[in-house]
């Protein structure tokens, strides 16, 4: 008898908990994060993803193997079947894997956006021929500056970049280009995040960004002296609508060697001129760059 009530028992506690009612108590298993529910080749995918997106200069499989401790083959087969579907890009000179652009309209930004670097490779590519320095598109996603596309010169000179970098307005040409022509409303929501220090050169005070963005709405480019990455160099400049909104940014990236100093006015008025030309394919008819205050007043209406 109290055997088969014992029996009874369990089989009761083990029904009661099968039908547990929708927002009822959880299992401890389930508090722990249900870890019997997860599916382990995609729980690794998500990680190599995570890790993918923390990295600056690429992973090879082996860094995945190491950090993962999976066999070399389940990566081998995770990262094909990641490329297949956009999800990861590979290198093929160096072997190396960056974020795909799929993750970027996973992460929100808009088929438009992806539109805009199909209308402006072009323009992007005879940039880069023409100055022999790495070229980015740029647009602003939640507060940060995001490379769409990217084209790299001829040459042995290899830049760590990658198509869904995400930069900070303050301390990137192309961030600094995206800012510059918004409003002081806009501008103020933006630097809200506050200005971290990336290098010694970064700018970290607000009055000095400042004076730097209209540095940006006078000539008509910004530059990043190493102020996002010791021995970098940038230069970028805004592309606008037809409504004269900046809708996205073209830059170009070096090192010291190609970028010194004395080139920035010539590389900063190339890359204002393709702006410019970009910003007429966008429907733009004004004034490059526009007055301050037409630039505020598009922005904010």
Not at 71 to 85: A, R
Not at 99 to 122: H, T
């Amino acid at each position: 008898m109290d055997k088969r009530k014992g029996s009874n028992s369990k089989s009761s506690e083990r029904t009661t908990e099968r039908r547990r009612p929708a927002g009822g108590p959880r299992s401890s298993k389930e508090q722990n994060g249900g870890d019997q529910y997860t599916v382990p080749a995609l729980a690794r995918a998500f990680e190599m993803l995570d890790m993918l997106s923390m990295s600056s200069v690429g992973l090879i499989k082996m860094d995945f193997a190491r950090k993962l401790k999976i066999p070399y083959s389940s990566i081998f087969n995770l990262l094909t079947t990641m490329e297949k579907f956009g999800f990861v890009r590979r290198d093929e000179d160096t072997g190396k894997y960056y974020l795909g652009l799929k993750l970027l309209s996973l992460a929100g930004i808009p088929s438009r956006e992806l539109s805009l670097r199909d209308m402006i490779a072009p323009l992007l590519q005879e940039m880069v021929r023409a100055t022999g320095v790495t070229g980015h598109l740029a647009i602003l996603d939640r507060g940060e500056a995001v490379y769409i596309d990217r084209v790299e010169p001829d040459s042995y000179i290899k830049i760590n970049t990658w198509i869904g970098k995400r930069n900070f307005i303050h301390s990137s040409a192309v961030g600094k280009a995206l800012v510059a022509f918004r409003s002081e409303g806009e501008i103020n929501e933006l630097l809200h995040a506050g200005l971290p220090k990336r290098t010694p050169h970064t700018i970290t005070t607000v009055k000095r960004l400042r004076q730097e963005l209209a540095r940006v709405r006078t000539v008509g480019y910004a530059t990043d002296q190493q102020e996002d990455e010791r021995g970098g160099f940038c230069v970028a400049a805004p592309i606008f609508n037809a409504s004269g909104t900046v809708v996205a940014a073209l830059g170009l990236s070096a090192v010291a060697t190609q970028l010194p100093a004395s080139r920035f006015p010539e590389l900063g008025e190339t890359v204002r001129t393709f702006a410019a030309r970009a910003s007429v394919q966008m429907g733009y008819t004004g004034a490059y760059p526009p007055s301050s205050a037409a630039s505020s007043q598009s922005a904010g209406s």
